[in-house]
């Protein structure tokens, strides 16, 4: 599979998103990933296996059909989990971005809540409920796919999920967009569970 063009403008807007998370602790280390759906292909943008989103540059980003398949003259491998991101994709056409992050007070919130409802008013205008997916403990086999595909297949305006015990995955029309989404969900996490804390939830964890 060939692919045409460097795409340096789309490659600089996931370096910006993936720069910007690193300098907040959005991510730390060489976890999570982002991808880009290339306009007007069957082709993806997505961060390479072992990099970090703190000095991430061109050459750490890999460009993989739809189909899973390298493109021509690609040397590096793509994020292990590149099976939700194809997943995502495959699902939802409207979806051109991906941002995922292991931020810790979503990865607490997941081991809290099957949900959490809008904790705030931000979160209530440009998210709503976040939901939390258990898609097993591996990154790339069909059981992720299939989970992911399930979940999107139920809920086909959600922005966002976070992965039980692991992360958040938010999908956008564009990375700036997506990585913004997971900001506001981390500062959501930390405000439900700070009222969970504060007793504001349930036991069967409904706001009060
Ligand atoms: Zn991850």
Known sequence: MDVPGDFTEQKDLMIHAARRAYDIRLQSGDGGNLSIRLPGTNTILIKASGCSFGDMTHEDIVAVGLDGQLAAGEA?????????????????????????CHSPWSTAASLCFDTWPPVSLPQEMKIGIVEVLSLGEGHADSNVADAVKNFLSSRPDVKAFVQQRHGIFCMSSGIIKAEHDAELVEEAAQIAMLAKIGGAFSDNGKLL
């Open 76 to 100: 590096r491998k793509p994020s292990r989990e590149i099976a939700t991101h194809l997943a995502v994709y495959r699902s939802r056409e409207d979806i051109k971005a991906i941002f995922h």
